[in-house]
């Protein structure tokens, strides 16, 4: 079956609920441009906002830091508006050498405190493994929970109100198709999953689940702000600024600051899910003037590894941390997907519990 593909945007049939208008526009990016066309947040206030709930002495908000491109600029303009943050780090094992100097680098630099959450290891290893044995889509799911789980439980033991995050509209704000990820706040996906193939519990891994999240929002009234909405926020720009000021190296690719991510978004959901996630992180370039249409079927029209060599050093990496041989890769990539929905899941908890959200949040 041949792809078709947006005339304005690079998204195509690979994405669910993907309808086409009469010129060819698909809903993805016209539902974006509509988002784009809303209000514009105002910096001052939420500096001002910030600082005056700040309860911590040491610190008035909290910086997500993945060593990303995003996540790095939000901390240098936090510092630059003269707020105090405590950057919060999640290891889980697989960052790339590349991002760990440059979190060290960027931290160094602008005098601030880091906390890095170390996962157990060989927990988080058989968790993996159960993931890919349950032939799911979202593997990230385990690093983005434990994440979320990290930053919200410092934000509370530091009494901080404020986690500021490098999630932003103008290089993520695209709509998720539904069949690219999972709700990422489904600590009982999580744990019937290892239950059912690793014969698990959870150990010491920070797992968040929908009711904690209601918690933190409305009982320790901690806002998560995606901080880089404020700003007319470029990426080139903010590569620029963190290479001649911060000595920082990029990466080839969005968000593959990590090698299981740069794996799991180049090969194995092209392979496994046919899925290739860079027709929405593109697409959303596309439509906020960053890149021409032309430039990302050119990128498209590439292997998502720069090279074979790469590919190859990534699977060796892969093989040998994960204790697989190539066999059980070659398997596992030709097993048939899973639904999340094939596992006891909190995904109708986290429908109803997102539309009482958005009547409250709409009635002040
Ligand atoms: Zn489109």
Not at 113 to 130: A, C, F, P, Q, R
Request: aromatic fraction near 12%.
């Amino acid at each position: 079956m041949t792809k078709k593909i947006c005339t304005f945007c690079v998204m195509d049939t690979s994405a669910s609920n993907i309808k086409f208008d009469k010129s060819g526009q698909c809903n993805y990016c016209k539902d974006f441009q509509k988002k784009l066309n809303t209000k514009k947040k105002n910096l001052d206030n939420i500096i001002k906002q910030i600082k005056i709930n700040s309860k911590s002495k040491n610190y008035d908000c909290i910086v997500g830091l993945s060593g990303g491109i995003d996540s790095s600029y939000t901390l240098v303009k936090v510092v630059e508006l003269g707020l105090k943050p405590l950057a919060v780090h999640l290891d889980n094992g697989w960052n790339s050498e590349l991002a760990q100097n440059n979190i060290e680098n960027l931290v160094k630099s602008l005098n601030v405190d880091l906390y890095t959450h170390v996962l157990d290891w060989d927990e988080y290893k058989s968790m993996m493994n159960s993931f890919f044995a349950s032939d799911v889509l979202d593997i990230e799911l385990l690093m983005d929970n434990a994440m979320y789980s990290i930053n919200y439980k410092m934000a509370k033991k530091e009494k901080i109100k404020f986690i500021l995050s490098g999630s932003n509209i103008s290089t993520e704000g695209m709509n998720m198709p539904k069949n690219m990820n999972w709700i990422k706040f489904d600590k009982k996906n999580i744990k019937s999953i290892i239950k059912i193939f690793g014969n698990n519990k959870i150990k010491s891994y920070p797992a968040i689940g929908v009711f904690d999240l209601v918690k933190y929002i409305l009982l320790n009234k901690i806002k998560w702000i995606h901080f880089l909405d404020y700003f007319e926020y470029k990426k080139d720009e903010a590569i620029s600024i963190l290479k001649s000021k911060y000595g920082f190296k990029p990466y080839e690719y969005k968000h593959y600051e990590s090698i299981f991510t740069r794996f799991y978004q180049g090969y194995i959901l092209p392979n496994k899910f046919n899925i290739d996630k860079r027709i929405l992180h593109l697409s959303t370039l596309i439509v906020t003037n960053q890149i021409t249409r032309n430039d990302a079927l050119r990128i498209l029209a590439q292997n998502p590894y720069s090279s074979s060599a790469q590919l190859n050093e990534d699977k060796e990496y892969f093989l040998k941390k994960m204790n697989w041989d190539e066999s059980m890769l070659i398997k596992y990539i030709n097993r048939p997907p899973k639904s999340h929905m094939n596992y006891p899941n909190s995904k109708y908890m986290y429908k109803i519990l997102l539309k009482i959200y958005k009547l409250l949040k709409s009635s002040d």
